[in-house]
């Protein structure tokens, strides 16, 4: 291992001029403010130049790139009246629909209330319009509804459902939180004249019982099925049911390929109005298969195929396809040298009266791509996002379809490191969000000559505020671990002084496939102990993260933990040679998967100079984790070795002279509190030394009101009480101590 360090120059977040003094420090009450909120208009394009978005003040407008008319469609004080949480407005523009009392399920679920027609004053799962006129779809008992328009009466469309085992066009836990990456499991064809829509059967999945306390005289249990490595996992199909007509449902059918067995289904997406792509992938996650599948019979034909011989990355991220369905884009790993594999885009294109399809790769290079946006068929343009300027920044660019694949940056001169954009309809202008490093912005530009056409979000009200305070100086190190440079993020005081000593703390998550290190602006609990308490906060991205090779990244595989931990520790040997960091004072932090790493790097015997650590519900054994996420990085468990070596269990004995904060919410429903429970006995019987904070009742995200602020504050405590200076006694003070 070679160790070596390039700095970069400094970025000064705020404006340094000789009135610092006179700047406030940041507070956790300035965080949780409205002064410092980012307005997220959740902007969306309807049409080739119309554009639906909401204001600060609570308006929905609709925009008109072509005559800059702006048109008030929904007044917030409609969503005062209604107290509605959630909007969405008919295709037709006549309605809008209204959630209220949004209620967490089982996060990121969402009970809305509308009525089937048997039933009256239902809490609904799901509600939402369909692509045309005033189709609209709503779910309730895990079956489906549908009216024609708002006026017809509803049908059922599906009645299989059964509440929590059965879910139709919904996501079960699994498929929500490790699959699919949302609830919602249906999708709409292009004519609306049919639905897709998954049955996922959880019958065979073991129950999980999570406690409630609050509430009742006697505590009551949520049950629901979660299956944990090595268990029984649910089963899945795909349907399309016409609504044109009859109603007539076909089940899309599996490939037959030995090789998928057992299998999950990561993606589906509708190329044409009777044709939609479909991923399956097998359980071990190292082979999949993209098909094209006929709406009509359920026949699907194999298109791609893929395999690793570690897992495959990226399953759920969905293939672009031209007007006519005869081409499609995709993103998949393909080796560029010593680093491995990287993300690029190819092109598949149908030959005529053939089976066949030609394959291209229309870009390449050691750099990915993260987003497919648009194809301009006229012009053989491929609109993406990727990292090629820098693996901390995300960047628009276009390529031709065409040989020799030319491309261009579209968004590198703009004064934005991190960006985010969607193309109108005809692609005739492009929404681009601005994440940073600076204040989020979102504004409608010409694609023609990127020229701004309209601001619909300056976060002006954010900008005074944030540069009249003492806001920490970004800078960027460089350190090359094994042949690769990798990027570590560092926070310093507004005020920083070269001869002065700080505490240090090393944030972590370190979730394959996951990116601690870019340049997307955030204010959040460690932005209040580098401006109120003088620490130096530092983020480094190792082995296991994403965005710089497969190489770097499944190199984790079947050993979570040991690369990951010491590559940190070489980033905490790095920055703790700076004669500014008091190494009698540095701690760590990390949640979930990296709550499991934090924990690792504070027991550790190579580097014992961590203080003090916390972990927020932290992974302790994955056995008892989601199957779907354990087994793909550790292998299917016939090899239980490799899940006893990953237990935190043996280094309880290491943490007897640590400061170790758990904090964990006792109603989880992603890490449950079994996890806590286990690894304390564990601690108890080493006799370590722990705190334990708990949130009774409350989610794996926290939902209450103040409890996001109470857990934020709690860190700031815990760390400014861990990085105080001790108070040195005077000769007369140590004697009075000695004698008492």
Known sequence: MTLNSNKNKSRHLDCEDDSLALKKKVTIDDVFGPDLHIHDPHAKWLSDNELLYRTRDGDVIKFNADTRERVVIVPNQLFDRSRAAKYQVSPDMQHVLFAFEVKPVRNPEETWPLNPPEVHEAALQFAGWGPRGQQLLFIFENNIYYKTTIESRAIRLISTGQEGVVFNGLADWLYEEEILQTHIAHWWSPDGLRLA?????????????????????????????????????????????SLNGPLHTVVMKKPDDPRIGEYYITM?????????????????????????????????????????DSWLHRQNEVPL??????????????????????FHISMSTSMPNTSTDILQSLTSGDWDITSILAYNHQRNLIYFLSTEDDPKRRHLYSADTIPPFNRCCLSCEFKCGYVDVSFSHNMQYFLLSCKGPDIPSVAVYSTEDRQKVFDVETNERVNSTY????????????????????????????GFIETAHYPLLLLVDGTPGGQMVTEQFQVDWDTVLVSSFSAIVIRFDGHGS?????????????????????????????????????????????????GYLATLLLSSEEFTQLKCGTAISPITDFELYASAFSERYLGLKTDSRVYTISNLAHRAGQLLEKQYLIIHPTADEKVHFQHTAKFINHLISEKANYTLQIYPDEGHFLHGDGTQQHLSQSLVNFFEECFRVPEVLTEDEQEDEDDS
């Open 467 to 494: 540069y009249n305070m003492q806001m920490p100086r970004l800078e960027y190190e460089t350190i090359t671990i094994d042949d690769y440079t990798l990027t570590m993020q560092i926070l310093k005081p507004a």
């Open 546 to 594: 994403g965005f710089q090779g497969t190489n770097l990244l499944h190199k984790v595989r079947r050993k979570l933990g040991k690369l990951e931990e010491r590559d940190q520790l070489e980033a905490l040997r790095f920055i703790s040679k700076e004669p500014y960091i008091d190494k009698t004072r540095m701690g760590v932090y990390g949640r979930a998967y990296g």
């Open 268 to 308: 589906v997406k509708w190329a044409t109005s009777t044709k939609l792509a479909v991923n399956w992938l097998n359980r071990a996650q190292n082979n999949s298969i993209l098909t094209l599948c006929e709406a009509t019979t359920g026949v699907c034909i194999k298109k791609h195929e893929d395999e690793s």
């Open 321 to 342: 396809f031209s007007q006519d369905g005869h081409k499609f884009f995709f993103t998949r790993a393909i080796p560029q040298g010593g680093r491995g594999k990287f």
């Open 197 to 241: 829509y998954m049955t996922i059967n959880d019958s065979l999945v073991p129950r999980m019982e999570v406690p409630f306390f609050t509430g009742t005289p006697y505590p009551t249990n949520l049950e629901y099925h979660y299956p944990k490595a090595g268990e029984e996992n649910p089963v899945v199909h795909l349907s399309v049911v």
